[in-house]
């Protein structure tokens, strides 16, 4: 949430098409509306695939100076530097600036870092912004120790969601001393904070090329030519299983195929429980074994929509079985959408558009017969409650201005008239 919100913040650059337009946009908000002296300007949502040209420090140094400029990719996994930007994140030199996965991530808390109290009010901003759309919950999964910014904020008075506050391995020892499991309520936070499961990077993304994936990328060879494991088995295992013993489920990122027969693997040896998060590239033996292990795709349609260009170039020959969800669902796979936002918005309408339509932007659907009826994509989307609510259910629900279900509904844009979390009122334009 912290990185959606700062998203919503920052210098929108995902309209470029070139690096040379990327930076353009840099150098109009550089003229307009500069940082603050001792600041960097930040932007997010480039993606680089398919760009006629490379993206290099050099690049924006021309247009930027010694203004420290960052731009953070749509996907997250990469970020472009300034040669003055480099200095300001603590990197003394580098060849190009552009930083990949494990090169990036860790700087990624330094670009990030803002005052808690601006972080809160930009959080809170996101979560009403979402509840908005309809949206009564998030599962958070944001690369720190999560429990304490949610307990400050909910006591601060942020209550328009609930709140599943995913756990990352640095910070397993702490939820494990205070013998949380999956799924426990948070003491002291009203019933809005649970503890949510290990979330655990295998693998990297498509845009970037470094999904772990069985097949090489075009016209690569040697290291990295079939993506990057973060996280090989040999570890991945025994941290599930440990995960497992202490009541924790397992949020496994996996992009690339390679990357998902791995995650597969991994829960089938260590007996864990939870999803694989993405599962954009599968083999059809794989799709079998995630309804065999019982295994939830946590997707998000989006990313198709996003990506289907990035795929048809670097998954050329295999884009049947990109974003699969047709298949998932014809194997008795449980299926869950949503958004990783910041990499798509926090909106559940447009990941049900995205799942039913496969199009967007009036273009033809992206193999259209991976797409799933409405009402699947909705029980999707509502956390496995039912559709229809009875007696005792919990009154998270939202109020709708248009049918879905009829001919031609505005599905993207599809009109909240409330939202309600346990019967309260967290948007009403009724």
Same mark, same amino acid.
Request: with cysteine.
């Given at each position: 949430?912290?990185?959606?919100?700062?998203?919503?913040?920052?210098l929108?650059?995902?309209a470029?098409?070139?690096?040379?337009?990327?930076?353009?946009?840099?150098?109009?908000?550089?003229?307009?509306?500069?940082?603050?002296?001792?600041?960097?300007?930040?932007?997010?949502?480039?993606?680089?695939?398919?760009?006629?040209?490379a993206?290099?420090?050099?690049?924006?140094?021309?247009?930027?100076?010694?203004?420290?400029?960052?731009?953070?990719?749509?996907?997250?996994?990469?970020?472009?530097?300034?040669?003055?930007g480099?200095?300001?994140?603590?990197?003394?030199?580098?060849p190009?600036?552009?930083?990949?996965?494990?090169?990036?991530?860790?700087?990624s808390?330094?670009v990030?870092?803002?005052?808690d109290?601006?972080?809160?009010?930009w959080v809170?901003?996101a979560?009403?912004?979402?509840?908005?759309?309809?949206?009564?919950?998030?599962?958070?999964?944001?690369?720190?120790?999560?429990?304490?910014?949610w307990?400050?904020?909910?006591?601060?008075?942020?209550?328009?969601?609930?709140?599943?506050?995913?756990?990352?391995?640095?910070y397993?020892?702490?939820?494990l001393?205070?013998?949380?499991?999956?799924?426990?309520?948070?003491?002291?936070?009203?019933?809005?904070?649970q503890?949510?499961?290990?979330?655990?990077?295998?693998?990297?993304?498509l845009?970037?090329?470094?999904?772990?994936?069985?097949?090489?990328?075009?016209?690569?060879?040697?290291?990295g030519?079939?993506?990057?494991?973060?996280?090989p088995?040999?570890?991945?295992?025994?941290?599930m299983?440990h995960?497992h013993?202490?009541?924790?489920?397992c949020?496994?990122?996996?992009?690339?195929d390679?990357?998902?027969?791995?995650?597969?693997?991994?829960?089938?040896?260590?007996?864990?429980?939870?999803?694989?998060?993405?599962?954009?590239?599968?083999t059809?033996?794989?799709?079998?074994?995630?309804?065999?292990?019982?295994?939830?795709a946590?997707?998000?349609?989006e990313?198709?929509?996003?990506?289907?260009?990035v #795929? @048809?170039?670097?998954?050329? /020959?295999?884009?049947? =079985?990109?974003? +699969?969800? &047709?298949?998932?669902?014809? $194997? !008795?796979?449980?299926?869950?959408?949503?958004?990783?936002?910041?990499?798509?918005?926090?909106?559940?309408w447009?990941?049900?558009?995205?799942?039913?339509?496969?199009?967007?932007d009036?273009?033809?659907?992206?193999?259209?017969e991976?797409?799933?009826?409405?009402l699947?994509?909705?029980?999707a989307?509502?956390?496995?409650?039912?559709?229809?609510?009875?007696p005792g259910?919990?009154?998270?629900?939202?109020?709708?201005? #248009? @049918?879905?279900?009829?001919? /031609?509904?505005?599905? =993207?844009?599809? +009109?909240? &008239?409330?939202?309600?979390? $346990? !019967?309260?009122?967290?948007?009403?334009?009724?």
């Open positions: 949430m912290t990185q959606w919100a700062l998203a919503r913040q920052r929108d650059v995902s470029a098409t070139s690096a040379a337009h990327a930076v353009q946009i840099v150098a109009d908000r550089l003229a307009s509306r500069p940082p603050a002296p001792g600041t960097a300007l930040v932007g997010a949502g480039f993606r680089d695939g398919l760009w006629p040209d993206p290099t420090a050099a690049l924006l140094d021309a247009v930027a100076g010694d203004t420290p400029v960052v731009l953070v990719s749509a996907d997250l996994h990469c970020a472009w530097f300034s040669t003055a480099l200095r300001y994140a603590g990197v003394g030199e580098h190009t600036g552009l930083l990949r996965e494990s090169e990036w991530l860790p700087l808390a330094v990030d870092q803002v005052p109290a601006v972080a809160d009010a809170d901003e979560a009403r912004a979402a509840a908005r759309r309809g949206v009564v919950g998030v599962v958070d999964l944001e690369i720190t120790e999560n429990l304490t910014p307990r400050r904020r909910i006591a601060a008075g942020s209550d328009a969601l609930r709140v599943r506050a995913g756990v990352w391995e640095p397993l020892d702490k939820v001393a205070e013998e949380l499991r999956t799924g426990d309520v948070v003491v002291g936070t009203g019933g809005l904070l503890q949510g499961p290990l979330k655990v990077i295998t693998d990297g993304s845009n970037t090329r470094t999904a772990y994936c069985h097949d090489p990328y075009p016209g690569l060879s040697g290291p030519a079939h993506g990057v494991l973060s996280v088995p040999e570890h991945l295992v025994p941290l299983a995960a013993r202490r009541g924790l489920a949020a496994i990122h996996a992009i690339g390679q990357a998902n027969t791995l995650a597969l693997d991994a829960f089938a040896a260590s007996g864990a429980r939870g999803t694989i998060e993405h599962a954009q590239l599968l059809d033996a794989d799709v079998a074994r995630f309804a065999a292990l019982g295994v939830t946590s997707v998000q349609p990313h198709a929509m996003d990506d289907r260009d #795929a @048809d170039r670097y998954w050329a /020959g295999r884009t049947a =079985r990109a974003f +699969p969800l &047709a298949s998932l669902v014809a $194997a !008795g796979v449980r299926l869950v959408l949503g958004s990783d936002a910041p990499v798509a918005p926090l909106d559940p447009i990941a049900v558009a995205a799942a039913v339509e496969r199009a967007r009036g273009r033809e659907p992206w193999h259209p991976q797409r799933v009826d409405l699947t994509a909705l029980a989307s509502t956390d496995g409650q039912p559709l229809v609510l009875g259910a919990s009154a998270d629900l939202c109020v709708l201005d #248009a @049918d879905p279900l009829a001919d /031609g509904a505005p599905l =993207r844009g599809m +009109p909240v &008239a409330g939202t309600l979390l $346990a !019967g309260r009122w967290t948007h009403r334009a009724l």
